[in-house]
């Protein structure tokens, strides 16, 4: 069957969640719940929860622990308000939440879908870059929480504009990935990064090995339409009815369709940014919160027709019930909506601390 066009993508993704689910496979996906909208996961063939359950939750405190009892007693009480909502994928990306999250899933492994990445044993920390030391350190964490295997092994890559991975470090991510897999501890691999053409390289240049990718789109994020520029190679985004923009940027949103390839979002909410633009005083600010929170998750589902599913960090189990509630409401935004959601995008991008500039630079065209 030959992949759909941007309108017939589109015209879907804003019909009744009902009407989705109903085109899906006769067999049930994981943790099936009649609310929850499913979708696959590229050419894993994996059907996943329409918005899943990531990290980077808040702790209260730096570092941040894991096997103090308030954790254990949030992390176990929002896992199992995931499972009664559907929600059949959890991502794991450094060792705390590996281990919480493994501890939170004990005796009920079977009704998730886990991925996994102890970001301090790999590419991130120079030590951990070659495919001997990565399999090392994913065995460690394998073996620390309890876990004989992982549906998904996304390796931790980096982040900041100054780094750059070589040749040599792309090779060694590539074997690991791939020995892991044929030993059965890796269902299916990928990488996490915040590089945007970076990302897209390694999609184009090994698409059997990276086949999910873990990477952000925002509320904040916008579609860039293709064309190709005269003169150059390939494909160029180029935003809707704007200018291009100083440095075209390969479209990540292309390269993944091409490729099959399933996408987990982060950051969905601009790293609590457009939370931060509603008023302190407000009497109504956790309504408001929620509402944000919606419209953001309805945005992303609808506009995106490569990403699979957001993974936002949810800290509480009202947070996972409005989530939940976020797939069974329509997906395209009235004028007023659409409205609210670009104004604290917007915001949102203008008080992105220092630290968080790349998420701007790199995810606002995607």
Not at 57 to 62: P, S
Not at 246 to 263: C, F, M, N, Y
Not at 310 to 330: D, F, Q, T, Y
Request: hydrophobic share 40%; with cysteine.
């Amino acid at each position: 069957m030959p992949n759909p066009t941007r309108r017939e993508f589109l015209a879907g993704a804003a019909a009744a969640p009902a009407a989705l689910r109903a085109a899906q496979p006769a067999a049930r996906p994981l943790n099936y719940h009649q609310n929850m909208e499913y979708r696959r996961l590229g050419k894993t063939g994996l059907m996943v929860s329409a918005v899943s359950l990531g990290g980077h939750w808040v702790f209260g405190e730096l570092p941040p622990k894991w096997d103090v009892e308030p954790v254990k007693k949030n992390r176990t009480e929002v896992v199992s308000a995931c499972l009664d909502h559907g929600i059949n994928y959890i991502d794991a990306c450094t060792s705390y939440e590996v281990m919480a999250y493994a501890e939170a899933l004990r005796g009920r492994r079977d009704r998730v879908h886990l991925g996994f990445s102890w970001y301090e044993k790999e590419m991130r920390m120079k030590e951990w870059q070659t495919a001997a030391k990565l399999l090392e350190g994913f065995d460690d964490g394998l073996r620390a929480a309890g876990l004989d295997y992982v549906d998904l092994w996304r390796i931790t890559c980096y982040w900041r504009n100054q780094d750059r991975h070589s040749q040599a470090h792309e090779e060694a991510i590539v074997e690991a990935l791939d020995k892991a897999r044929k030993a059965g501890k890796a269902r299916f691999t990928g990488i996490s990064t915040h590089k945007h053409d970076w990302v897209n390289h390694m999609m184009a240049a090994y698409p059997e090995t990276i086949q999910v990718i873990v990477v952000p789109y925002s509320a904040g994020s916008k579609n860039a339409h293709e064309r190709i520029e005269p003169g150059k190679p390939g494909w160029q985004a180029v935003p809707d009815g704007e200018p291009a923009p100083d440095q075209p940027l390969t479209s990540v949103i292309e390269t993944a369709r091409k490729h099959d390839t399933g996408w987990f979002g982060i950051k969905p909410f601009a790293a609590g940014g457009i939370f931060r633009t509603l008023p302190e005083d407000d009497p109504d600010r956790v309504s408001a919160r929620n509402e944000l929170a919606r419209l953001t998750l309805r945005h992303i589902l609808a506009s995106n027709p490569a990403l699979t599913a957001p993974i936002p960090g949810l800290m509480s189990v009202e947070e996972v019930k409005n989530a939940a509630r976020a797939v069974r409401e329509r997906r395209e935004l009235n004028a007023a909506e659409r409205g609210r959601l670009e104004t604290a995008a917007r915001r949102a991008w203008a008080g992105l601390p220092p630290s968080y500039g790349w998420l701007r630079k790199e995810w606002e065209w995607v």
